[in-house]
Nanobody
Framework: QVQLVESGGGLVQAGGSLRLSCAAS????????MGWFRQAPGKEREFVAA????????DYADSVKGRFTISRDNAKNSVYLQMNSLKPEDTAVYYC???????????????WGQGTQVTVSS
C-alpha cells in the first residue's frame, strides 16, 4: 500500500508564493514518476506538472509554465511544487500522484494523496 500526503497549502494573495510538499510512504514504485494535479469547484481534475524518477524530465500545463516548478528528493521520498506569481484562478485542491512510466494523464496515475487546498485571493 502506498500513501501520499500533501502539505503546504493555504491562503495567499495574488502574486504570492506557496510551496507544496508530498511525502510518499509504503511500497512506492522504485522508478515512479510523480505528478501534481488540481481540481477547482465545479471543474474536472487537471494536470499541473510531472517529474520523472531521476528528475531529468518534467512537464507542465501551459497555464503554469514559468510560474510553477516541480522537483523531487528521492532520498526523502518527497516531491515538491514551488508556485510563484499565484493567480486567483490557481485556487483549487492540489493532489500529488504517482505512476510508472512518466505521464501527464490523470487516468494513468495509480496512487493519489488526499489533497491540499490552495486559495489565492485577489
Amino acid at each position: 500500500q502506498v500513501q501520499l500526503v500533501e502539505s503546504g497549502g493555504g491562503l495567499v494573495q495574488a502574486g504570492g508564493s506557496l510551496r507544496l510538499s508530498c511525502a510518499a510512504s509504503g511500497r512506492t514504485g522504485s522508478r515512479d514518476a510523480m505528478g501534481w494535479f488540481r481540481q477547482a469547484p465545479g471543474k474536472e481534475r487537471e494536470f499541473v506538472a510531472a517529474i520523472s524518477w531521476l528528475g531529468g524530465r518534467t512537464d507542465y500545463a501551459d497555464s503554469v509554465k514559468g510560474r510553477f516548478t516541480i522537483s523531487r528528493d528521492n532520498a526523502k521520498n518527497s516531491v515538491y511544487l514551488q508556485m510563484n506569481s499565484l493567480k486567483p484562478e490557481d485556487t483549487a485542491v492540489y493532489y500529488c500522484a504517482a505512476t510508472f512510466p512518466f505521464s501527464s494523464r490523470a487516468t494513468e496515475y495509480r496512487y493519489w494523496g488526499q489533497g491540499t487546498q490552495v486559495t489565492v485571493s485577489s
